[in-house]
């Protein structure tokens, strides 16, 4: 099965300099662009795409929309593909209005220590096994799964075996799932390698 990873667009989240993780923004302007971008992109490249999953995030969500209304497929939320909420109860909050209110949470997060409410980096793991399993069980040569740069990190890094440096919002990655759930990658563009 050929899977293809794309990032989501710009978020008002980091136009508002808020903690992203589980907050739920909306695509900014220039979000949107990128996603019509990348589903032209797509569409030129015609792939053969059976179904678009996405995150449930809207920011996620609304790329996934723009992307399936441009190739006329169906699309359908998936709980796996969420980004990682390694900020925990930060999540949302403006970040010069954090050091002021939550000084604990944002030093405990600047150290690489734990943050209330947050996803450990192990769970996100067992989360992608599951997320590979579960691909590996639809019964489809083609699928688009729209998604987060932390899970694409944690996927590049732990999965495929390669440090990242970059990876840009709507960026598209390709990746050949095996039926025992184990991802190759094909090709990546616009993604930057240590």
């Not at 609304?62 to 990682?84: D, G, H, M, N």
Request: glycine share 6%.
């Amino acid at each position: 099965m050929k899977v293809f990873f794309i990032r989501h667009g710009e978020a008002m989240d980091d136009v508002e300099d808020r903690y992203g993780g589980w907050y739920d923004a909306d695509l900014s302007p220039v979000g949107r662009e990128s996603a019509k971008k990348i589903a032209l992109e797509v569409k030129d490249k015609n792939l053969g795409v059976e179904m678009i999953l996405t995150s449930p995030f809207k920011r996620t969500y609304q790329t996934a929309e723009i992307i399936s209304s441009a190739l006329e497929v169906p699309l359908e939320t998936f709980v796996y593909l969420k980004e990682r909420n390694s900020y925990g109860l930060l999540c949302g909050v403006n970040k010069t209005e954090a050091k002021e209110k939550y000084p604990d949470l944002v030093s405990a997060f600047e150290n690489g220590q734990e943050v209330l409410g947050y996803e450990s980096y192990d769970f996100l793991l067992k989360r992608i096994k599951i997320l590979t399993t579960k691909l590996a069980e639809m019964e489809k040569k083609v699928i688009i799964c729209v998604t987060h740069g932390k899970l694409l990190g944690a996927i590049f890094k732990n999965i495929l075996h390669k440090e990242t440096k970059n990876i840009p919002e709507c960026c598209l990655i390709e990746t050949d799932l095996s039926t025992d759930g184990n991802l190759t990658l094909i090709e990546s563009e616009r993604v930057e390698f240590m």
